[in-house]
C-alpha cells in the first residue's frame, strides 16, 4: 500500500536524492543541453520538500496535484511541465482513495506517464526520460500479474529504471535540446532519465522503511 505517509517520504527522499546528484545532474545536462538540470530539479523537489507540512492536512489527491502544481510552476526547463503532468494526470485517478494498492499505482503512473508522452510528444528511443518510464511501467506490470509483492515490485522497477536510464547513452536525442547535437548526443547519459530513475528509487526506498 502507498499510503499518505509513504508520499511525503517519498517526496522528501526525492528532495535529498535531487539535492546529493544536483552536480550530476548539472553535468549530465551540461554535457548534452544548458546544465541547468540539477539546478531545476533541486528548485522544484527543495519547494515541494517545504511544503510538505502543508501537504500533511491534505488528501492524498489533493497532495498529489499540489506537488504536480508545485513542480510544474518551479522546476521550469522542460522537465518542470513534464513532471508537473505526470502528477497531475496521476493524481487524476486518485478520487477519493486514503491509500493506493499495487495494482492502484500502477494505475497512477499509466495515467502520468500517459499525460508525460502527450505533453512531451515523445515515444521510446527518444533518449528523455520516458526510456525510464516506459521500461518500468512494463517491469510493474509484469510484476502485478506474478502477484510480487508490493515492495519487490518496486525494486524491480528500480532494476528496470537503471537499465532504462543506462540504455538513454548510446541513443541519439530526438527531443528536447540535446537533440540539437544530432550525432554528438550519441554517448552521454540523458539527464531527465537520471532524475526519473533517482525518483522511481526514492519512491522503492520510502516503502522499504
Ligand atoms: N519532449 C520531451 N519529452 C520527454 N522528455 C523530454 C522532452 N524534452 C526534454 N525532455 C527531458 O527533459 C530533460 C531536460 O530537462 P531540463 O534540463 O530541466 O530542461 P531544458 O532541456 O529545457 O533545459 C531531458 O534530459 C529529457 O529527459
Ligand atoms: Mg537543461
Not at 518510464?133 to 518496486?154: D, K, N, S, T
Amino acid at each position: 500500500m502507498l499510503t499518505k505517509k509513504n508520499v511525503l517520504i517519498w517526496f522528501e527522499k526525492s528532495a535529498d536524492a535531487m539535492a546529493e546528484h544536483k552536480q550530476e545532474l548539472h553535468l549530465l545536462d551540461a554535457a548534452i543541453g544548458d546544465g541547468d538540470h540539477g539546478i531545476n530539479m533541486n528548485r522544484g523537489f527543495g519547494k515541494l520538500a517545504l511544503e510538505l507540512p502543508v501537504m500533511g492536512a491534505m488528501t492524498l489527491q489533493e497532495i498529489f496535484k499540489h506537488a504536480g502544481m508545485v513542480l510544474l510552476s518551479t522546476v521550469g526547463g522542460a522537465s518542470g511541465p513534464l513532471y508537473g503532468t505526470l502528477f497531475l494526470k496521476g493524481a487524476a485517478t486518485v478520487g477519493t482513495s486514503e491509500a493506493l494498492d499495487a495494482s492502484a499505482v500502477l494505475t497512477f503512473f499509466d495515467a502520468g506517464v500517459e499525460g508525460l508522452v502527450a505533453r512531451g510528444r515523445t515515444e521510446e528511443n527518444d533518449k528523455t526520460m520516458y526510456d525510464v518510464w516506459a521500461p518500468v511501467l512494463r517491469e510493474y506490470e509484469l510484476c502485478l500479474e506474478a502477484e510480487m509483492e508490493f515492495v519487490e515490485i518496486l525494486a524491480a522497477c528500480v532494476c528496470a529504471a537503471e537499465v532504462g536510464m543506462k540504455a538513454t547513452i548510446p541513443m541519439l536525442a530526438r527531443k528536447g535540446r540535446a537533440s540539437y547535437l544530432g550525432e554528438r548526443s550519441i554517448g552521454h547519459q540523458d539527464p531527465g532519465a537520471t532524475s526519473s530513475y533517482y525518483l522511481i528509487n526514492a519512491l522503492y526506498e520510502s516503502i522499504r522503511e
